[in-house]
């Protein structure tokens, strides 16, 4: 059997292939060629020839004899790149059209040299377009994205956690990302956090990550959220979501956050760093263990880390930020296993995962049998440390 390069150059050796140049000096012709795009449906809404005719290359030898019924007639076909456009003309002088072309470069070649192209639906691409890659999964799909569309996230930080997480939710297409986040940015956070440019040095971060995700997808809505989260704002600012993403770095906010998703049933999705080590979970309420169940207190003073003192390897919050964003995609999309009831740790020296099993504590004082989460919410604040993660 040939190889798949042998087979293209046995098909190409068949086929007559033409330039864009001369199929856009045949289209100016008073008898132009029919022209054919062959691609998908999203890269047709991406752009196309703007008297091409959409035929996917799947239905091409199915819809060709009703759009092209002279088989002596001159028919052009485009791919993207010329490479599906060269079969399918090997394809179509099976079937006895006489005069088909493959355009040699494709759609990208047309752009490239600067000829004009029309884009699908008056002047505007599917909004689903974007998502293209995630259409074709079966497990997301058109109804899929539709729900990640409609879903809210509130990101706890626009830090180290919160960068990688809240770019990969924008770029997924999560509808509406809340950032709470109380500080400016720092020459020594752009170490570590994407969200961040050297520009916008002296900015709240929100205000800058803002910038940064509409940038990146200007279809989803951001919410910045300026302020340090208390006992005051916090519940009625997380309940405004569907689930909350944890990349805080103080004890006091952890354990608001977790109290406040037992409460309502949210889920919570875990992860600290600390130097060169990582930890990730997800908290589903009454499903499964809470922070408090994993951390009952708070690390003493005198064992918590100072953060400016402690440092991270800069990577280390893309690799643990990222592991959240994918547990919020699942459980959005209800889709696979969530990290529930398992603490993930990583050693990034060491370039090792594990994972340790964390069981329900019946005696949680928030989730357990004889929790009162009302009164839980009301005690007031612990001093605040680094919540670095601790040695599983």
């Known amino acids: 059997m040939p190889s798949w390069n042998e087979m293209l150059r046995q098909v190409k050796e068949r086929i007559t292939e033409t330039t864009v140049a001369e ?6 012709n008073g008898a132009p060629p029919r022209v054919i795009d062959i691609r998908e449906q999203d890269e047709w809404e991406q752009g196309h020839l703007e008297n091409a005719t959409f035929i996917p290359r799947g239905f091409l030898e199915m819809k060709i004899e009703r759009t092209v019924p002279d088989k002596s007639a001159p ?3 485009y791919c993207a790149g ?5 079969m399918a003309a090997a394809a179509l002088q099976d079937l006895g059209y006489e005069k088909v072309l493959s355009m040699k470069g494709g759609f990208s070649a047309w752009k490239e040299a600067g000829l004009p192209f029309k884009v699908e639906t008056n002047g505007k691409a599917s909004p689903l377009s974007r998502y293209s890659r995630h259409l074709l999964i079966p497990e997301v799909g058109e109804a899929g994205q539709r729900k990640l569309l409609a879903s809210k996230v509130l990101l706890i930080g626009a830090g180290g956690l919160g960068s990688p997480s809240a770019l990969y939710l924008a770029a997924a297409g999560v509808g509406t990302l809340g950032l709470v986040d109380s500080d400016l940015v720092d020459e020594t956070n752009l170490q570590r956090q994407i969200l961040h440019k050297t ?9 800058s990550a803002r910038e940064t995700l509409y940038d990146l997808n200007p279809g989803i809505k951001v919410h910045a959220h300026n302020m340090r989260m208390t006992q005051d704002n916090a519940e009625a600012l997380i309940t405004q979501y569907d ?4 990349g805080c770095d103080n004890f006091n906010t952890r354990y608001l956050v977790n109290d406040i998703c037992v409460k309502h049933d949210m889920p919570n999705i875990y992860a600290s760093i600390f130097r060169f080590d990582g930890q990730a979970t997800v908290f589903m309420p009454h499903d499964g263990p809470c922070y408090r169940c994993l951390y009952p207190e708070p690390t003493p003073a005198e064992m918590a880390p100072n953060c400016q003192e402690a440092g991270v390897l800069g990577v280390l919050p893309g690799i643990l930020g990222l592991i959240q964003a994918t547990e919020a995609i699942k459980i959005l999309l209800k889709i696979g ?3 529930k009831g398992r603490l993930l740790t990583y050693d ?11 069981p329900r504590d ?8 004889n929790a009162n989460i009302d009164e839980l919410l009301k005690r007031p604040e612990i001093p605040v440390h680094c919540a670095a993660p601790a040695r599983a």
């Open 243 to 246: 689930l909350v993403v944890d």
């Open 348 to 358: 990034a020296l060491e370039q090792r995962f594990k994972e340790f099993k964390v």
């Open 82 to 86: 010329g490479v599906r456009s060269a």
């Open 75 to 77: 028919v052009v076909l």
């Open 199 to 207: 520009r916008n040095v002296g900015m709240p971060k929100v205000d």
């Open 337 to 339: 296993q969530p990290l």
């Open 362 to 369: 019946p005696q949680c004082e928030a989730c357990g049998p």
């Open 23 to 28: 199929v856009a000096a045949d289209l100016k």
